[in-house]
T-cell receptor
Framework: EAQVTQNPRYLITVTGKKLTVTCSQN?????MSWYRQDPGLGLRQIYY???????DKGDVPEGYKVSRKEKRNFPLILESPSPNQTSLYFC???????????????FGPGTRLTVT | RKEVEQDPGPFNVPEGATVAFNCTYS??????FFWYRQDCRKEPKLLMS???SGNEDGRFTAQLNRASQYISLLIRDSKLSDSATYLC????????????FGTGTRLLVSP
């Protein structure tokens, strides 16, 4: 089954404790991205990756890192989480970047992160 | 001003009702338009694209008014299963193409 998986689905952590949210897709997609969703603000792109070893900042990259060492995985790293990073996070993938812009992208189920 | 604005709702309607949502966008570089559906705390899913001439998919009709910079979604014969949040999404071309998501309009359909 074609899918995007994220782990963990729920996480409560404390300020400053490094964490990683994993994202994996089994569709051999080149383009992957991370979004956060906050009440009243909609989905905002954090980082995206056009292919292996190619990543770039989205609209709200501050406080986040990503890596793309393999095509299937695109982890989101919070080196020192802060309460303002409490949010619902979605990973998404598409075959190519142009497909994402045509909205032919697959979203993961989301990760609800709370930083206290 | 937000690039994409939606009435957050909620819109409370009885089963069988017709309901319409509007979405306005501020950037004239907006190229393409879409409606997504998002169930509570789940991932967004593409509902339909919006074409200049308007388009229909079953009970759902989408319209685009470029002159007034708004798009609309009409749902006829509402079902309980239509209860969700509907996101308006705009594709911008400002030298670099990007998607801008609205904050969503919540719909509650009651028996």
């Amino acid at each position: 089954e074609a899918q995007v998986t994220q782990n963990p689905r729920y996480l409560i952590t404390v300020t400053g404790k490094k964490l990683t949210v994993t994202c994996s897709q089994n569709m051999n997609h080149e383009y992957m991205s991370w979004y956060r969703q906050d009440p009243g603000l909609g989905l905002r792109q954090i980082y995206y990756s056009m292919n292996v070893e190619v990543t770039d900042k989205g609209d709200v990259p501050e406080g986040y890192k990503v890596s793309r060492k393999e095509k299937r995985n695109f982890p989101l790293i919070l080196e020192s989480p802060s309460p303002n990073q409490t949010s619902l996070y979605f990973c998404a993938s598409s075959l190519l970047a142009v497909d994402a812009l045509r909205n032919e992208q697959y979203f993961g189920p989301g990760t609800r992160l709370t930083v206290t | 001003r937000k690039e994409v604005e939606q009435d957050p709702g909620p819109f409370n309607v009885p089963e069988g009702a017709t309901v319409a949502f509007n979405c306005t966008y501020s950037n004239s570089a907006s190229q393409s338009f879409f409606w997504y559906r998002q169930d509570c705390r789940k991932e967004p899913k593409l509902l339909m694209s919006v074409y200049s001439s308007g388009n229909e998919d079953g009970r759902f009709t989408a319209q685009l008014n470029r002159a007034s910079q708004y798009i609309s979604l009409l749902i006829r014969d509402s079902k309980l299963s239509d209860s969700a949040t509907y996101l308006c999404v705009v594709r911008l071309n400002t030298g670099f193409q990007k998607l801008v998501f609205g904050t969503g309009t919540r719909l509650l359909v009651s028996p």
